[in-house]
């Protein structure tokens, strides 16, 4: 370093040298700042990925021994009794919900939208059930739900109507889906008030000028512009519902006759109900993850492409 | 150590007495060995009382199943008497759910989270088979157990898994009994005779139905075992006796399970879904269900005594043929407990005459111990229930013999609904069935 009074001179190695410094200052403050969500990242979700892919070639349990079986744990999923039951009631789950879901949400957004005064105690009793957890959630559900003393049949002999069998064969998965959209429309609505809030409201008044009807505004303008809130929530609450367990096993526990077992409470069962059935559920795990990342590609695709051609 | 020392001084001992070592041997092997000065303490540790023996320290982690809703309380009741004995050691009892006992067991075994499980029969032939809990073969055929373990029942039946004994029984359980009402037996015109047949039986629940007010029976309530016994009262099992084959698609068993399933088609039984575990017992000593089908611990569920005269029997109903599917419980200890030498003496505490005959009694189960009587057994649990032993006991049958069968039950319980419900006819039902315990296991 040169000095001339007044003034500091660098030569241009030591300029390189500081420049490199600080480079690595800002690259190692980086990785600190970034450490602790990338050491979480790796721990909590590419290890057991890549742990769930090792235990898909095995056979064997938690306690025990394992051997080696390839991909045998693959090429018998097809043929397992109950499978096919399971997606499906995963897919009629998913496809009953999200759309319930989103167009709840939505409905509700537009209506807390418009209010003027009173609106966070609206807010706050839309919201509240998403602060509920599952499990909770689940035994209120059972007690609405009762046969003898549940709300849901004591309103029906008011009206002297017979009781509903509510966790029977063929309405089991109904009450699951209820009680899915009762815990997360809230969620959603709170994002699409957010979203609508923020719309530009210039636009609207120049549509209602045109003499556009309150329909034809939200069929051309809000929903056009909550497009990308809207594909984040489909995706989003699409993964979910592709996830559902907690609730399934403390409504119905996968019952009865199979009606509520879905795909995740089926590796569940394989996981930890049997003693040497992890290859299994690490099987079905595995194609799971695939089979979502798939849909949320082609989802990714579908509504990005019309958003192109907006 | 202690125990080890005194086995070897033992073997001198009898090779001895039998002649096959003269004193003066025995006395330099007995030297030799440099168990002299440690020999005295061994046996005199074997003679020492109870309250003396208080080298005793740690903590006790209990992992039990919730028979009645104070199971805990009952626990903690049993564990006073212990502290008392041995100050140093402390307690803790968690309890896991029923539904997911399996789940909760294997993953706390296997990070070694407890030190004594409860454990059912039902998972004993997987445990038998891995080394997940401790191997008491030895604690237990210990010449200085052998009195007490002459105490002890069903040890033959445990020794049908394989030739490892994994734990020390505390009950005989009923899993699938019929809880009668028999003020509306009496009604609809029958006596105690109304389950001896078919027939009779389905007369009866006939005439007991009044729609929309009383169901003459709930089945499903508790479905573990439910099934199973009939297939077992109706010749067929998930294998044949040799463990070579399924066994499930017979005539018989057809036949059995179209009755079933005729129950539900008929509209005699609740349909699958009114009412679980947790509601169940209470429908019955409310009157809207005649006959339910649950296992015995049920009587700790509901507030006796009941409003109406009731009975227990073995179900299936008929008297041929008839079968009563019931499982041992178990202590085990994990082997990755850090004191297995006290989880043992722990082990045995719990498992006392005493012990076995209060928790048992209180827990709407059958103890385990030939002494639970004179132990006070039978002065809390309901009466019905030592009136309906002789026929369970009669009747008795329990789990096949091969790991993996509690998986295998567990997942043919929603086939074989699926023909309840009509989703598929019981032929279809009982194939799948079928490819269930073929794909579980290999035959």
């Keep these: 370093m040169s000095t001339e009074p007044g003034r500091m001179r660098l030569s241009p190695e030591e300029h390189a040298r500081l420049r490199r410094r600080a480079r690595l200052r800002r690259e190692v403050s980086g990785w600190a700042f970034l450490g602790p969500m990338f050491a979480c990242f790796v721990l909590f979700l590419v290890v057991p990925v890549l742990g769930t892919a090792w235990w898909s070639t095995r056979f064997g349990g938690l306690i025990g021994g394992t051997r080696f079986v390839g991909l045998d744990n693959f090429t018998r999923l097809p043929s397992l009794v109950g499978a096919p039951q399971a997606i499906w009631n995963t897919v009629v789950f998913a496809g009953a919900s999200v759309p319930l879901i989103l167009a709840g949400a939505l409905g509700i957004a537009l209506l807390l939208a418009r209010l003027e005064r009173g609106g966070a105690i609206y807010r706050f009793l839309v919201y509240f059930p998403v602060l509920v957890p599952g499990v909770v959630a689940a035994l209120i559900w059972l007690f609405l739900t009762n046969s003898d003393f549940g709300l849901f049949n004591e309103i029906l002999r008011a009206f002297g109507l017979p009781p509903v069998t509510w966790f029977a064969t063929d309405t089991a998965l109904g009450v699951l889906v209820a009680l899915d959209v009762w815990r997360n429309v809230g969620y959603w609505a709170m994002f699409f008030v957010a979203a609508i809030i923020g719309l530009p409201g210039e636009l609207y008044q120049a549509a209602k000028l045109d003499g556009a009807s309150a329909f034809a505004r939200f069929l051309y303008l809000t929903l056009p512009m909550l497009r990308r809130i809207i594909f984040f929530a489909v995706v989003v609450s699409t993964i979910w519902a592709f996830q559902v367990f907690d609730t399934a096993i403390v409504l119905t526990r996968g019952g009865p006759a199979g009606a509520t077992t879905t795909v995740v409470y089926r590796v569940w069962q394989y996981v930890f109900g049997s003693s040497n059935k992890v290859g299994y559920a690490s099987a079905i795990s595995l194609v799971m993850i695939v089979a979502i990342l798939a849909l949320t590609l082609l989802q990714m695709r579908l509504l990005r492409s019309r958003r192109g051609a907006d | ?443």
């Design chain 2, 1 to 443: 150590m202690n125990r080890r020392l005194n086995r070897d001084i033992c073997t001198l001992a009898e090779a001895h007495i039998a002649g096959r070592l003269s004193r003066r041997s025995f006395v330099t092997r007995l030297l030799g060995l440099g168990l002299s000065a440690t020999a005295v303490a061994s046996i005199a540790a074997e003679f020492r009382p109870a309250h003396a023996a208080s080298n005793l320290k740690g903590n006790v982690r209990f992992l039990v199943g919730p028979w009645s809703p104070q199971e805990v309380d009952i626990h903690k009741k049993i564990a006073e008497g212990f502290s008392a004995l041995h100050p140093d050691v402390t307690f803790e009892f968690r309890l896991y759910d029923w539904d997911t006992d399996d789940q909760e067991i294997n993953t706390s075994a296997a990070a070694g989270a407890h030190d004594i499980y409860m454990i059912t029969e039902s998972a004993y032939p997987d445990y038998e088979a891995n080394d997940a809990f401790v191997d008491l073969t030895s604690r237990i055929n210990d010449p200085a157990f052998a009195e007490e373990k002459a105490k002890y029942l069903y040890f033959d039946r445990t020794l049908g898994f394989g030739p490892r004994l994994m734990g020390l029984p505390i009950s005989f359980h009923v899993e699938c009994a019929l809880f009668v009402n028999m003020d509306m037996v009496k009604a609809a015109g029958f006596d105690e005779t109304f389950a001896d047949t078919w027939d009779s039986f389905r007369n009866c629940l006939t005439k007991m139905s009044k729609p929309g007010e009383v169901y003459p029976i709930a089945l499903g309530v508790q479905p573990y075992g439910e099934w199973y016994q009939v297939l077992r009262a109706a010749g067929g099992s998930f294998l044949t006796p040799d463990l070579s084959a399924a066994n499930v698609n017979r005539p018989e068993v057809i036949d059995a399970t179209e009755r079933m399933a005729s129950l539900f088609k008929d509209k005699l039984a609740t349909p699958l879904g009114t009412y679980n575990y947790d509601d169940g017992p209470a429908a019955f000593a409310g009157g809207k269900v005649a006959i339910l089908s649950i296992d015995l611990a049920a009587t700790t569920v509901v507030k006796l005594p009941l409003p109406f005269n009731w009975k227990l029997i073995p179900n299936p109903p008929q008297a041929a043929g008839r079968m009563n599917f019931n499982d041992i419980t178990y202590y085990m200890i994990n082997a990755k407990s850090p004191n297995p030498d006290l989880m043992w003496e722990v082990a045995k505490w719990w498992t006392t005459g005493e012990h076995d005959a209060y928790w048992a009694d209180n827990s709407g189960t059958y103890p385990a111990r030939v002494d639970a009587l004179t132990h006070g057994y039978g002065t809390k649990a309901a009466p019905q229930l030592a009136e309906a032993l002789p026929s369970y006991q009669k009747f008795s049958v329990g789990l096949e013999k091969f790991p993996g069968w509690a998986s295998v039950e567990e997942l043919t319980r929603a086939e074989v609904q699926k023909c309840f419900s009509g989703d598929v006819s019981v032929k279809e039902a009982l194939a799948n069935v079928e490819s269930i315990v073929k794909q579980e296991t290999g035959h």
